[in-house]
Nanobody
Framework: QVQLVESGGGSVQAGGSLRLSCAAS????????VGWFRQAPGKEREGVAI???????SYLDSVKGRFTISQDNAKNTLYLQMNSLKPEDTAMYYC???????????????????WGKGTLVTISS
């Protein structure tokens, strides 16, 4: 089992920045994908930034150049640096981990077995 706990959400004005963190505990498989997903009210959960254990990354087109995913293996922590935030980035952000590579997948959420409870990001105009 893997436990994921997100933090770092909050309310900022458009143009601002936030850094989300996801602390992982439990058994982490040697092959995995981890990522950040978001879900706005009335919308499906979408993959924002994905990182495979081999280093491959992928990003949602709308966040490319603004968001960066990274991890600190020593701390078992995943990060999402979000810059130039826009009101349309407002959503609940979830950390997820899957036991297969999923970077570049059409619907990466389908590869996720473990989810955190989420952290809310609200961007005002």
């Amino acid at each position: 089992q893997v436990q994921l706990v997100e933090s770092g959400g909050g309310s900022v004005q458009a143009g601002g920045s936030l850094r989300l963190s996801c602390a992982a505990s439990g058994y982490i498989p040697s092959t995995y994908c981890v990522g950040w997903f978001r879900q706005a009210p009335g919308k499906e959960r979408e993959g924002v930034a994905i990182l495979d254990s081999d280093g491959d990354t992928s990003y949602l087109d709308s966040v490319k150049g603004r968001f960066t995913i990274s991890q600190d293996n020593a701390k078992n922590t995943l990060y999402l640096q979000m810059n130039s935030l826009k009101p349309e980035d407002t959503a609940m952000y979830y950390c997820g981990l899957g036991r297969l590579y999923c970077s570049g997948a059409y619907a990466p959420a389908g590869y996720i077995q473990y989810w955190g409870k989420g952290t809310l990001v609200t961007i005002s105009s």
